[in-house]
């Protein structure tokens, strides 16, 4: 049986020796239950939860805004912050492979009547000012009125530089349009650029932070943004039933992650490199196609072994997110050297036999 790298007292399930498939698989280390069991919580539907209320203000000053907000998770934290910058029938610009758009089961227009515009991107996920200025609107009763900007970073493990956020928010800005930005993994995008998060946030008006990706903690995100923004979020989240109670209890987590899983989020990116580094021998030999974005590997082997390659991979005790024809690995928390050298040998192994 494997124990997992970070958490020796829980084991991996069995047969299991690496377990690429998200970031979110992970569980909370021994010291941060250790911080969820002893947190000093209320009722934070009533705003008396200190620890919540210390996670906000942590996170919101990271961020230079002037507040936060504590939520489920990244799916209500954009759905809260879309909803709160949209009325009923305007319109938001967003990538094509944006998670918002993708991902999110429709909710900003299921449950707020705000519609999605996708806009083209090419193979980084990346889009123009340029296209921001063609998208939004003329003024017209024909046409729904663009409201917002909905960026994300990093999309699908690719970085958005900050210089690109601050172009992409100018064009926002020519036609006063609100900029949110999905930042599930801004943490990454700041890491591998060397910047602080504020240093994107400075040019958007909210930003949905998730706790529970790479830094690890079992629930949770957080929407920061000026006062104004994150009132009426304040609202939209009761509307949309969450409103926790002693939540305090998860925050702790996130209070704990910010102190031990930001600066070790470079690690992951050097894992996923050191696979990717691996397996770069097998690219000109067997046309194994590898693409690494932070901590996320996008794998495309030859169409004809792709189904005998999952299948050796599963048996080596690898789990992936097997897409066809591109596989994705992400490295995590709970992925260590040992087993990025796991990956790299049983794809070695694999192409030596076909
Ligand atoms: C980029 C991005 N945004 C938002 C989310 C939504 O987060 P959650 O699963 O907590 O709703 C995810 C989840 O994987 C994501 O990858």
């Known amino acids: 049986m494997a124990l997992s790298p970070t958490s020796p007292d829980l084991s991996m399930d069995d047969g299991v020796r690496a377990d690429l498939r998200s ?12 911080a969820m069991a002893s947190a000093v919580v209320g009722d934070d539907v009533y705003g008396e939860d200190p620890t919540v209320n210390a996670l906000q203000d942590r ?10 907000l504590f939520l489920t998770s990244g799916t209500q934290s954009n759905l809260t912050a879309v909803l709160s910058h949209c009325g009923r029938g305007d319109e938001y610009l967003i990538g094509r492979t944006s998670h918002v758009l993708v991902n ?7 449950l707020g009547s ?10 980084t996920n990346h889009f123009s000012p340029d296209d921001v200025r063609e998208a939004v609107k003329e003024p017209d009763p024909h046409h729904p009125v663009t409201t917002l ?7 699908n493990g690719h970085v958005q530089s900050v210089d690109h956020v601050a172009s992409l928010a100018a064009a926002a800005r020519e036609f006063d349009l609100a900029v949110h930005m999905d930042g599930a993994r801004l943490f990454n995008a700041a890491t591998a650029e060397g910047v602080g998060i504020d240093a994107y946030a400075a040019h958007v008006d909210t930003v949905s932070l998730c706790l529970s990706k790479g830094l690890g903690i079992p629930v949770g995100s957080v929407l920061v943004g000026d006062r104004d923004s994150i009132g009426r979020a304040y609202r939209m989240r009761k509307m949309l039933g969450g409103g926790m109670r002693q939540a305090g209890h998860l925050a702790a987590a996130g209070l704990y992650a910010l102190d031990h ?8 990116h050097a894992r996923a490199e050191r696979i990717a580094d691996g397996l770069a021998p097998l690219g000109p030999t067997v046309g194994l196609d590898v693409v690494r974005a932070t901590n996320m590997l996008w794998i495309t082997p030859p169409t004809e ?28 928390l709970d992925v260590d050297d040992d087993q990025a050298d796991h990956v790299v040998d049983s794809f070695t192994r694999f192409f030596e036999r076909v």
């Open 23 to 34: 970031d979110t698989i992970t569980r909370a280390t021994p010291g941060m239950r250790e």
């Open 59 to 68: 996170m919101a000053d990271l961020a230079g805004k002037e507040a936060g």
């Open 104 to 110: 999110e089961a429709g909710g900003t227009a299921a």
């Open 114 to 123: 705000a519609i999605p515009w996708p806009i083209e991107v090419d193979e």
């Open 149 to 155: 900007l909905s960026l994300e970073n990093t999309v």
């Open 261 to 268: 899983h930001v600066e070790r989020l470079a690690e992951d």
């Open 305 to 332: 072994v792709h189904g005998p390659l999952v299948d050796h991979l599963k048996a080596d005790g690898i789990l992936a997110t097997y897409w066809a024809p591109t596989m994705r690995f992400v490295t995590h």
